[in-house]
């Protein structure tokens, strides 16, 4: 039982488009997110995150939405570039699971085009 | 700078071995978690440490043991290498609640 869905195994986005990013999830009781780059051989590396009592958090070309009613989130890049290329991970964690870790999606490999 | 370091970076190993993967981390965190990466399945959680001495079994934990003797340690045992355990393995510590957790560059482990 899947509690983070990343439905998109990939996207292709033109360099200079913007590149969106979705991510589902059913656990209600979710109430941090957070969406995670990663390179091949390297660890993830945290790209931005929001609370639940957020609808919307932007860092330069990096915006995740929230939608706690449809329980669903998007990361939005733009411009997108061509180190953007990567795979996404959506995670979660719920109130003071600091100790439990994060809960994953499966990850969507975002590949920019020139 | 703080960092999180895993070792060794590439591991073969046979079935049936014990095979142990290190992971130190010079955050001073509390909360440490193995997570392993399989294709189709993102990053699953093996086991995590609240701090010295305490243990807990994440999703995937079987064939899998921890221990946390100090802060900055928490090495990830696998009692008998299995082929369905080949993997890359990913350590992570984190400070809290609504916080990042910062990983490891893993460990890619092939067992034959």
């Known amino acids: 039982d899947q509690q983070v869905k990343q439905n998109s195994p990939s996207l292709s986005v033109q360099e200079g488009r913007i590149s969106i990013l979705n991510c589902d999830y059913t656990?209600?009781?979710?109430?941090?997110f957070l969406w995670y780059k990663k390179y091949p051989a390297e660890g993830p590396t945290f790209l931005i995150s929001?609370?639940?009592?957020?609808d919307k958090n932007e860092d330069g070309r990096f915006t995740v939405f929230l939608n706690k009613s449809a329980k669903h989130l998007s990361l939005h890049i733009v411009p997108s570039q061509p180190g953007d290329s990567a795979v996404y991970f959506c995670?979660?964690?719920?109130?003071?699971?600091?100790?439990?870790?994060?809960?994953f999606g499966k990850g969507t490999h975002l590949i920019i085009q020139p | 700078d703080a960092e999180i370091t895993q070792s060794p970076r590439h591991k073969i190993t046979e079935t049936g071995r014990q095979v142990t993967l290190a992971c130190h981390q010079t955050?001073?965190?509390?909360?440490m978690f193995w997570y392993r990466q399989d294709l189709g399945h993102g990053l699953r959680l093996i086991h995590y440490?609240?701090?010295?001495?305490?243990?807990n079994k994440g999703e995937v934990s079987d064939g899998y043991s921890v221990s946390r003797s100090n802060t900055e340690d928490l090495p990830l045992t696998l009692e008998s290498a299995a082929s369905s355990q080949t993997s890359v393995y990913f350590c992570?510590?984190?400070?809290?609640?609504?916080?990042?957790?910062?990983f490891g560059q893993g460990t890619r482990l092939t067992v034959v």
């Open positions: 995670a979660a964690s719920v109130p003071g699971g600091g100790a439990d870790g994060l809960t």
């Open positions: 929001i609370s639940s009592i957020k």
């Open positions: 440490s609240y701090g010295v001495q305490d243990t």
């Open positions: 955050w001073n965190h509390n909360n």
């Open positions: 992570a510590t984190r400070t809290g609640p609504n916080t990042e957790a910062f």
């Open positions: 656990n209600s009781m979710f109430d941090y």
